[in-house]
């Protein structure tokens, strides 16, 4: 396992936005089709991610994986998602294109924060429907404050639940 944890780490530091890499539509149910062929049965499998990309047939991953194993949820995101501050015109940069985001525009940031909200509600959905714990970390709060409140006020748990043993 810690060997694992130790790949993920190195993987995250790898990042970086001027990755020349372009954005794949489809990869998360790519990675879930692949994540299926090797975990069959009684695995812990942890989703990380900001939910972009979940459609039916990432559900339907989702589903099957549930079946025989242990899912958890875990959803990044900045706080700015959920309530853009009107802070003026703001840039964004992907590492090669920029986006202007004028936040004066009272549209502007209640569309941005809709779709915050509808990605938050289908991961909740998702997670309720196969009772997968769900836990939402906040990019400036850190994963040790974050983890216990949102385990607890989104999933119902107090703590992580013990996992299944038998089948």
């Given at each position: 396992?810690?060997?694992?944890l130790k ?16 954005p794949v539509?489809?990869?998360l149910?790519?990675a ?23 459609d ?7 589903t099957?994986?549930t ?60 997670s ?7 836990l ?5 709060a ?11 006020a989104?999933?119902g748990?107090?703590?992580?639940p ?6």
């Amino acid at each position: 396992m810690t060997e694992i944890l130790k790949y993920i780490v190195a993987r995250n530091h790898a990042l970086n936005a001027r990755s020349a890499m372009p954005p794949v539509p489809g990869m998360l149910n790519r990675a879930l089709r692949r994540v299926r062929e090797l975990a069959r049965h009684d695995c812990l499998i942890c989703l990380i991610g900001d939910a972009t990309g979940i459609d039916d047939e990432t559900r339907r991953h989702v589903t099957r994986l549930t079946e025989h194993n242990d899912v958890l949820s875990v959803f990044v995101y900045d706080p700015l998602e959920r309530a853009m501050p009107e802070a003026g015109r703001l840039v964004f940069s992907d590492g090669g294109s920029q986006l202007e985001f004028d936040t004066t525009r009272r549209s502007a940031r209640d569309a941005y924060r809709d779709d915050f909200q509808q990605r938050i509600d289908r991961m909740t959905l998702t997670s309720r429907r196969h009772a997968i714990p769900l836990l939402r970390i906040s990019t400036a709060a850190g994963v040790l404050r974050s983890s216990p409140a949102s385990l607890s006020a989104s999933s119902g748990y107090s703590e992580l639940p013990a996992f299944r043993k038998a089948r």
